[in-house]
């Protein structure tokens, strides 16, 4: 089973920027799709990037995109999310995981189990 650790999460000031980090274990990391996923309180979880196993294809939601960029280091069995322009409404804690197929990165309720997520609060 993989699991997910998260990190690099803080308090930043809006208009600021944070790098996340999230390093996965347990299965071939370079054959996985990734997703970056975040939990705002009083709401449901909700995809916010995803990235093709070799990286070439990502896919962003509405709300972050131009703001948000993902990458990945297969070498590293890491992937990122650098966040770019935050505004309060970004405040949430953001997770990662790994759907089968990147037309299933919208599944939330599909996975099987989360990391710990790192927390990001945005003041304005």
């Known amino acids: 089973q993989v699991q997910f650790v998260e990190s690099g999460g803080g308090l930043v000031q809006a208009g600021g920027s944070l790098r996340l980090s999230c390093v996965a274990s347990?299965?071939?990391?370079?054959?996985?799709?990734m997703g970056w996923y975040r939990q705002a309180p009083g709401k449901e979880r909700e995809l916010v990037a995803g990235?093709?196993?070799?990286?070439?294809?990502?896919n962003y939601a509405d709300s972050v995109k131009g703001r948000f960029s993902i990458s990945r280091d297969n070498a590293k069995n890491t992937v990122y999310l650098q966040m770019n322009s935050l505004k309060p409404e970004d405040t949430a804690v953001y997770y990662c995981?790994?759907?089968?197929?990147?037309?299933?990165?919208?599944?939330?309720?599909?996975?099987?189990?989360w990391g710990q997520g790192t927390q990001v609060t945005v003041f304005s």
């Open positions: 347990g299965s071939p990391f370079s054959m996985k799709v």
């Open positions: 990235i093709s196993s070799g990286g070439g294809t990502t």
């Open positions: 995981n790994a759907p089968p197929v990147m037309g299933l990165l919208r599944n939330v309720a599909s996975f099987r189990s």
